[in-house]
Nanobody, 121 residues
Framework: QVQLVESGGGLVQAGGSLRLSCAVS????????MGWYRQAPGKQRELVAA???????IYEDSVKGRFTISRDNAKNTVYLQMNSLKPEDTAVYYC???????????????WGQGTQVTVSS
């Protein structure tokens, strides 16, 4: 019943910006935390950023100061604004619905389809 539809991925030069969107169908968006994950070739999927139901956020160390996660409850959409992109940010990015407790994000079973972000040097 719950669907996550991502958009905004693409190819960008180093130093550029992209804004990822994840539109969520269903009321679960208003009662759950949201997270963005990424997976690069040969690596495990890692948490990039998460936002709690109360608006609290956490970020992976390498993206702090460059990425911003936000949510628009009216549109049931979570965003990831990515600035000052680096080639190391190249990965498939996934949206996730999970839980946020004590400053830790716990991923849930609802995922977007993934969107490719490629940063060229």
């Amino acid at each position: 019943q719950v669907q996550l539809v991502e958009s905004g991925g693409g190819l960008v030069q180093a130093g550029g910006s992209l804004r990822l969107s994840c539109a969520v169908s269903g009321s679960i968006f208003n009662i759950n935390a949201m997270g963005w994950y990424r997976q690069a070739p040969g690596k495990q999927r890692e948490l990039v950023a998460a936002i709690g139901r109360g608006g609290g956020t956490i970020y992976e160390d390498s993206v702090k100061g460059r990425f911003t996660i936000s949510r628009d409850n009216a549109k049931n959409t979570v965003y990831l604004q990515m600035n000052s992109l680096k080639p190391e940010d190249t990965a498939v990015y996934y949206c996730n619905i999970g839980n946020y407790l004590g400053g830790t994000y716990y991923r849930g079973n609802y995922w977007g389809q993934g969107t490719q972000v490629t940063v060229s040097s």
